[in-house]
Nanobody, 127 residues
Framework: QVQLVESGGGSVQAGGSLRLSCVVS????????LGWFRQAPGKEREGVAA???????VYADSVKGRFTIAKDNAKNTLYLQMNSLMPEDSGIYYC?????????????????????WGQGTQVTVSS
């Protein structure tokens, strides 16, 4: 069973940056969808960025040009570099993994379909 542990959240002012990390363990196989999702109070969980099993990278429109997703296979770690943060970026950020064959963008848009989740890390952006 895959385990995911996020870190790197915190409180920043608008315009600031944060880098989130997600250490992944317990792999069964070598090909995984890996993604970042977030959930603000009173809102549904939404996809932020993902790397598909084929290496394709997709972003939510709201973060394009500001966030960058990357993974270090040697360290079994997924990253999310977040720049030019805005108050609406606040929320709990989760990383998720899955081995389904669904398209990367579809999985980013349907977090309910994913099977493995971390515990989340809080990001708070003040204006």
């Amino acid at each position: 069973q895959v385990q995911l542990v996020e870190s790197g959240g915190g409180s920043v002012q608008a315009g600031g940056s944060l880098r989130l990390s997600c250490v992944v363990s317990g792999w069964a196989g070598s090909r995984y969808f890996l993604g970042w999702f977030r959930q603000a109070p009173g809102k549904e969980r939404e996809g932020v960025a993902a790397i598909g099993m084929d290496g394709r990278i997709v972003y939510a429109d709201s973060v394009k040009g500001r966030f960058t997703i990357a993974k270090d296979n040697a360290k079994n770690t997924l990253y999310l570099q977040m720049n030019s943060l805005m108050p609406e970026d606040s929320g709990i950020y989760y990383c998720a993994a899955d081995q389904s064959e669904w398209a990367t963008l579809w999985l980013l848009q349907h977090p309910g379909a994913l099977t493995s989740w971390g515990q989340g890390t809080q990001v708070t952006v003040s204006s």
